[in-house]
């Protein structure tokens, strides 16, 4: 394991420039911030690492440090110990560059102007959302809906990676930009894929999106495709902002975050107040048939039958995904166009607050969660999807895993059917290995326990 053990680089564009205030908070070691900015810049440098436990990330890099020094010029980053792949010849890569300035443009943006705003009404953390991502310049006037939201595991068979790729080359081909949670698997494949489709339709703009978020971008440090980055304050937000953003969803394999992200999407669609919601397909290769059946199946014991008319299954067939997905983003942009909704942020699509305030994974939250039929099928999916969210952070989250190590595993109770049929999901995913990646062993320890 080699390291740099010390280098100074500028912030690139206008972040060079921040008040001594900005500068204490974010360079004091026994500051909250300097800690949140440390371990989001050591996720940065730590690119193109096949280590994804965070735990294990920050062992490595006990004595990685990143500091702010005042210069007359703006501030310089001085950083210590960092993982020297990120260098060439001792020169940091410049996409390292762009993605550390945009982590510190939006821990600062979201620290000393969003979260110092205490309203949290439903509408006004949609408006936090869209003017962290005003700020990032990811919300584009005057630009046709061409965005494709991709979700799908960072820990996948190598089959399912170049599925995930073709599919992406014909998004690209098509002219459609990209929007992942920028780690690797089928958030980077759709990214490399697409690069290529640009690369022969001469489309030299290309958008290449990752969201993430401080709990989570320790095991999902950015890809080297991504080109736009931007960091939502939690999980709730980043969730958001795939939803504001998008035009349209794909789906690939996955494990328990990405059924979370399923989830949370259903629980849109189906709120009442939602008229027009979102193209959503699921797709993978023949090899993924059954999976898909698997989640298909499960899908409807928890929310009905008719939980399938708001998706579409592709199993194989890329050139179909893309054609499809070209297809649906015409009907939005005809839609967008006849209601003059406009084509850069999802402004009409309603939320319920429920899915926006953040869902903290302590045992007493994850236990008091209501799995019950008998809800109204929006606020089930709701609920479900905070069960998942527990499960992520026990699996890979810091603070998650420290609870499951200080108690024990989570309790989830609910009705004897979901409980059954999240069970065998959950079995099917271990025997994948879609749980977690870097299991010692090769062992999962499951962070939850199911009860009813």
Known sequence: MKKIPYTTVRPIRSL???????????????????????????AILNTDSHEDDAEEIQQLYADFDIRLKSQPRGVMLEIFNAPAQSFVDGTLIRGIQEHLSS?????VYTDFKILAEETNSSAKITDKVFRILRNANMVRPNVSPNLV???????IPREEYDYAKHVGYEF??????IITGCGIGAMKGPMK???????????????????????????????????????????????????????VIVVFPGGVGTVEEIFYLLSILLHPENKYGIPLIFAGPESCRDYFNTLDAFLKQCLGEEISNLYEIVIGEPETVGYKVKQAMTEVHENRRETEEAYYYNWQLHID???????????????????????????????IRSAFSGIVAGNVKSFGI?????????????????????????HIFV?????????????????????G
């Open 16 to 42: 060079n420039l921040l008040s001594q205030e900005e500068i204490i908070k974010l360079s004091s070691p026994s500051a909250e911030l300097h800690q949140l900015f440390r371990e989001c810049a050591l």
């Open 103 to 107: 982590v510190l443009r939006d821990i």
């Open 149 to 155: 939201v991709c979700w799908g595991g960072h820990s």
């Open 172 to 177: 690209g081909l098509r002219g459609l930009d």
């Open 193 to 247: 894929g697409a690069a290529v489709g640009h690369a022969k339709q001469q489309i030299t703009h290309g958008r290449y999106i990752g969201i993430s978020e401080p709990g989570i971008i320790a095991s999902e440090s950015p890809n080297a495709i991504v080109n736009e980055l931007v960091i939502m304050p939690d999980i709730e937000k980043r969730l958001e902002a795939f939803v504001r953003l998008g035009h």
């Open 353 to 383: 607050p429920m899915l926006q305030q953040p869902f903290i994974p302590t045992h007493e939250n994850m236990a008091a969660l209501d799995l019950d039929p008998s809800l109204p099928k929006h606020l089930l999916a709701s609920q």
């Open 402 to 426: 420290k609870e499951v190590a200080k108690h024990g595993p989570y309790l989830l109770k609910g009705d004897p059917d979901i409980m059954q049929a999240i069970d065998n999901l959950l």
């Open 431 to 451: 025997k994948q290995q879609r749980m977690k990646l870097g299991q010692g062993e090769g062992v999962y320890q499951p962070c939850y326990k199911l009860v």
